[in-house]
């Protein structure tokens, strides 16, 4: 049986974090249009810009599919 390739499309844009102890690993993907004129922001809102946010739980399962 061959090897299940990766998908390197979503292995760009997809991140899966190093599970600590007996936690579970989180996936994480990266936002779209969070760099555009920040220098106007607030230190607040940067820091709620920032790049990575923790794919939700209900969809984890089709992202875990794509061999990341």
Partial sequence: M???KTRKT???RIKKTN???N???KVLYK???QH???T???RRAKRRKLPRE???ETIVKKFKKVKV
């Fill in 2 to 4: 061959a090897r299940q």
């Fill in 10 to 12: 979503a292995a760009k």
């Fill in 19 to 21: 599970p600590k102890g």
């Fill in 23 to 25: 936690k579970k690993s």
């Fill in 31 to 33: 936002k779209s249009a």
């Fill in 36 to 38: 555009h004129l920040r």
């Fill in 40 to 42: 106007k922001l607030s």
């Fill in 54 to 56: 923790v794919v939700h």
